[in-house]
């Protein structure tokens, strides 16, 4: 069971930055893609950006293209998400899940995740 806690969300101006991170508690997670998602309440959840276990590939939805950035560390098994010019309408619960595949899948997977954590809230003010 691969445990995912994420961190770093806090309230910014518009404009700002933040950087994200899920930590897992597993080695396993070395080999899994991996995901951020984000979500308000009374909107369905929504993909933001993913990342194939090795870190070749990656999946950035149209509204953060160029604004936000995923990256891993596997030896310190955490994926980062770098936020740049902020917007308020970048205001949510941000989650990261994860999929576990095989080594030669570079699939930058954000369907069919096997774990979550419990997300981080991210407040962009006007």
């Keep these: 069971q691969v445990q995912l806690v994420e961190s770093g969300g806090g309230l910014v101006q518009a404009g700002g930055s933040l950087r994200l991170s899920c930590v897992a508690s597993e080695r396993a997670f070395r080999s899994s893609a991996v995901a951020w998602f984000r979500q308000n309440p009374g909107n369905e959840r929504e993909v933001v950006a993913s990342i194939s276990w090795s870190g070749e590939s990656t ?3 149209d509204s953060v293209k160029g604004r936000f950035t995923i990256s891993r560390d596997g030896i310190n098994n955490t994926v980062y998400l770098q936020m740049n010019s902020l917007k308020p309408d970048d205001t949510a619960v941000y989650s990261c899940a994860a999929r576990p595949v095989s ?3 570079q699939i930058p997977y ?3 995740m096997n774990y979550w954590g419990q997300g981080t ?5 006007s």
Excluded: E, H, I, W
């Excluded at 809230?121 to 003010?125: I, N």
């Design 59 to 61: 999946y950035y939805a």
């Design 103 to 105: 080594p030669f899948d």
């Design 110 to 112: 954000y369907r069919g």
């Design 121 to 125: 809230l991210v407040t962009v003010s």
